[in-house]
């Protein structure tokens, strides 16, 4: 996202971060397999450190994408109100291409696995580019 987001000329007006919802991996640099494919497929570098969701990120963002249906639960219930409820979203909502409904994890796959994310997400990180643009009028 990071990467669309620069070639759009938009990364003064939008912040991507990305946190699990879980408390494995913090501090660690992106999957050395998913940097791999990012660069093979789209000369993309991956770059940032883990992190875990906190409840303050409702605060902090927009919007909150999970990848998949466990942690879309995950996230709505760190706010049990539902106060924030309107701006979590399945990643994949935000695809044109692919029909998938949830991001599948690649980690005890192979390459294909890493190289069919990297698909799934460009698609939905692209449509997701459109719908903020379209929103909030900064295109």
Do not use: W
């Not at 706010?79 to 695809?95: N, R």
């Not at 949830?102 to 698609?123: A, R, S």
């Amino acid at each position: 996202m990071n990467h669309l987001i620069d070639q759009a000329g938009l990364s003064e007006h939008i912040l991507c971060d990305s946190a699990g919802t879980s408390s494995y991996h913090i501090d660690s640099p992106p999957d050395r397999r998913m940097s791999a494919a990012a660069t093979t497929k789209l000369g993309i570098k991956l770059r940032g450190r883990a992190r875990q969701f906190q409840k303050s990120d409702f605060q902090s963002f927009d919007v909150i994408l999970a990848m998949d249906l466990e942690n879309f639960e995950d996230i709505l219930a760190l706010d049990p109100t539902g106060q924030h409820h309107d701006k979590v979203f399945l990643m994949c909502e935000f695809c044109s291409r692919h029909t998938l409904k949830e991001v599948p994890d690649p980690y005890y796959g192979g390459v294909e696995g890493f190289n069919q994310v990297i698909d799934l997400l460009i698609d939905a990180c692209e449509g997701l580019l459109q719908h903020i643009t379209s929103q909030q009028s900064i295109a």
